[in-house]
């Protein structure tokens, strides 16, 4: 039984691009979070989405970013125009049911995303 | 908004020492996460509680909920606990502390 799998683990963007990442939740999660983790900073929640439906984004910049969770596939966390202040380490966590419901919650590696 | 406030901020410990990383909050809660973090890697969910105390190995977790504080304790330390300690509260969603740094020297 496959962890959360990110994808990629490291990317790099000049100041303008996209940067897109990836999640697959574990096998049997419907829930997904992602959360920021900026240089020498604790962990920032941004959005949480199940199966086709963002439920919590408060935690998200209005602007350049989204995050989708397709009835198929991964979700999906873009950012458009990337700026500097964007480099960061962004993890993705998934659980079978919302986590106060259970409390279970399981971690992915990663994206650390640099933008030069 | 709740605050999470973690004590100490970085511990440098001789290996076989006892070790105790604190946690505090500022509102109510419904469980507490502590998590680990190796330097360019991924985060492991170590404990989640809710009440009372939990023990996995050479590592112990407390909480008290009328005190909003949580230990992390680890026994016999090993440099292979050298890692960042993290305390995250869930009560509508999860709130994060800055993190322990903590180093086992041989």
């Known amino acids: 039984n496959a962890g959360v799998m990110q994808n990629p683990r490291h990317l790099v963007r000049r100041r303008g691009q996209e940067a897109r990442l990836r999640c697959s939740p574990m096998?049997?999660?419907?829930?997904v979070y992602w959360y920021r983790q900026l240089p020498e900073e604790g962990l920032k929640f941004m959005v949480y989405?199940?199966?086709?439906?963002?439920?919590?984004e408060s935690g998200m910049p209005k602007e350049r970013f989204s995050a989708e969770f397709p009835k198929e596939g991964p979700s999906i966390l873009r950012i458009q125009q990337v700026v500097r202040g964007d480099s960061a380490a962004y993890f993705c966590?998934?659980?079978?049911?919302?986590?106060?419901?259970?409390?279970?919650?399981?971690f992915g590696e990663g994206s650390r995303l640099t933008v030069l | 908004k709740n605050e999470v406030e973690q004590s100490p901020q970085n511990l440098t410990a001789q290996e076989g020492e006892f070790i105790t990383i604190n946690c505090s909050y500022s509102?109510?809660?419904?469980?507490l996460h502590w998590l680990q973090q190796h330097p360019g890697g991924g985060i492991v969910s170590l404990f989640m509680?809710?009440?009372g105390k939990k023990k996995h190995g050479r590592l112990i977790a407390t909480i008290n909920i009328q005190e909003k504080h949580s230990s992390l304790h680890i026994t016999a330390s090993h440099p292979r606990d050298s890692a960042v300690y993290i305390c995250?509260?869930?009560?509508?969603?999860?709130?994060f502390g800055k993190g322990t740094k903590l180093s086992v020297i041989p």
């Open positions: 966590a998934s659980s079978p049911a919302r986590t106060g419901d259970t409390g279970e919650l399981f």
């Open positions: 995250a509260v869930l009560s509508y969603q999860l709130t």
């Open positions: 096998k049997g999660h419907s829930h």
């Open positions: 509102v109510g809660i419904s469980a």
């Open positions: 509680l809710s009440s």
């Open positions: 989405l199940q199966k086709e439906n963002i439920i919590d």
